[in-house]
């Protein structure tokens, strides 16, 4: 099975905040409102500002909690790579929950799921909800 957004993709970005280890995707927090900081040379990516201070503190600490960590692209569980189903899709290593219906799901539509784990398409999540978090305008 092919899709156009893994054979295209040069990385694909799992981006979970290092400081809470939840992903940015599931709780809906839109690229344009990651808190982004330096450590090291590499760009990370936080789901706020409190995070990002947290972060800051101790990025050593933090990344090494989440070290191997991975996002299942269909239900967006963040779960450590011991914890996961790996697949191969288009030359990818892709990894879900333990979960059998996820990879189900992901293989109808993989262009939709992979293009929702990078934020290229909208995704309201937890706190885009109304009444969890923050509310719409």
């Keep these: 099975m092919t899709t156009n957004a893994l054979s295209t993709a040069k990385t ?3 981006p979970i905040c290092p400081a809470c280890g939840c992903s940015l995707i ?14 090291e040379g590499k760009e990370y990516f936080c789901c706020c500002q409190d995070c990002a201070d ?10 090494k909690e989440i070290k191997d960590w991975v996002v299942c692209p269909t ?15 288009a030359g990818w290593e892709v990894f879900f929950c333990r979960c059998p219906h996820c990879p189900k799901v ?3 539509d993989p262009d939709h799921y992979v293009k929702r784990l990078q934020a290229e398409i909208p995704y309201d999540g937890v706190f ?10």
Excluded: H, N
């Design 12 to 14: 694909i970005i799992t």
């Design 106 to 108: 992901f293989q109808k």
């Design 128 to 137: 885009g909800q109304v009444g969890y978090g923050f509310t719409k305008k």
């Design 54 to 63: 947290l972060f800051s503190q101790d990025p050593a600490k933090y990344l």
């Design 75 to 89: 239900c967006l569980a963040e779960k450590p790579m011991q914890q996961t189903i790996r697949m191969e899709i």
């Design 26 to 39: 599931r709780l809906g927090i839109g690229s344009d409102r990651w808190a982004k900081l330096i450590y």
